[in-house]
């Protein structure tokens, strides 16, 4: 079973994000091989990020309850799809700093994209894969695009619109989640032999990290 946090990248009252966010959801749990959940950020009202060093150097006990409850869930996830639109030609702040405070619990795991905007928030994407690759994730090749005829076509509705409506980029759905399910099986196989690589260490007495 691979476990993908689906995150809703914005939290502006009347966000569009929403809509792609439950379909993406819907499509993933699809799969028998896939676990999917939605992790809002409206839920995770993270501070701006305000720790004396970067979140490779900061371990448990965390100080802030929900920086707590955000890391913790990320750690459970063997990847992530981000859901975010473009916001001045880059991706939201609040993605960043959700981001930004966690930083092990991303490292070795697969990351996918669904994106709307003038050009379906390609720019933003592009932004974010490189952010990805800072926190040792990796990004598959296949993102959803929702261009603007699409995304015209159901602004007015409320969450979750007609899955019907999101036809146009089902294809590229498919194949973001083959994708998803190939680099994280690999990733999952792979973090479990170091793993057992390093209980092995421990067993025969070398000193626990
Ligand atoms: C602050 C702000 C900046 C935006 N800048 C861009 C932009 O640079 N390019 C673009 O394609 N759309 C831009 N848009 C339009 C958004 O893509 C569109 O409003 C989208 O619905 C925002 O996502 P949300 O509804 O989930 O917040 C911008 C919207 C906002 C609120």
Redesign the pocket.
């Known amino acids: 079973m691979l476990k993908i946090g689906v995150i809703l990248g914005?939290v502006?009252r009347?966000?569009?994000?929403?809509k792609p966010a439950r379909w993406i959801l819907d499509e993933l749990n699809k799969h028998p091989d896939i676990e999917a959940e939605l992790l809002d950020l409206k839920d995770y009202p993270l501070p701006f990020f305000d720790e004396p060093v970067s979140p490779g150097w900061i371990s448990e006990p965390y100080q802030n309850e929900v920086v707590a409850r955000w890391t913790k869930k990320i750690g459970e996830k063997d990847g992530y799809v981000m859901v975010a639109?473009?916001?001045?030609?880059?991706y939201?702040g609040v993605l960043k700093n959700a981001i930004d405070w966690v930083y092990k619990e991303w490292n070795k795991k697969v990351v996918g994209f669904v994106s709307?905007?003038?050009?379906g928030?390609g720019?933003a994407v592009e932004q974010l894969r490189t952010v990805a690759v800072e926190m040792q994730m990796v990004p598959v090749r296949q993102a959803v695009h929702i261009q603007w005829d699409v995304?015209m076509s159901m602004a007015a509705d409320s969450a979750p619109v007609d899955p019907a409506k999101f036809k146009p980029v089902e294809q590229q759905a498919h194949a973001l989640i083959e994708q998803l399910l190939w680099y994280g099986k690999a990733l999952q196989l792979a973090r479990q032999a170091d793993h057992k690589a390093k209980q092995n260490l421990e067993l025969e007495g070398a000193p626990a990290e």
Do not use: I, L
């Open positions: 914005t502006r009347g966000r569009f994000g929403e639109p473009e916001y001045n030609r880059g939201t709307y905007g003038s050009v928030g720019r995304y």
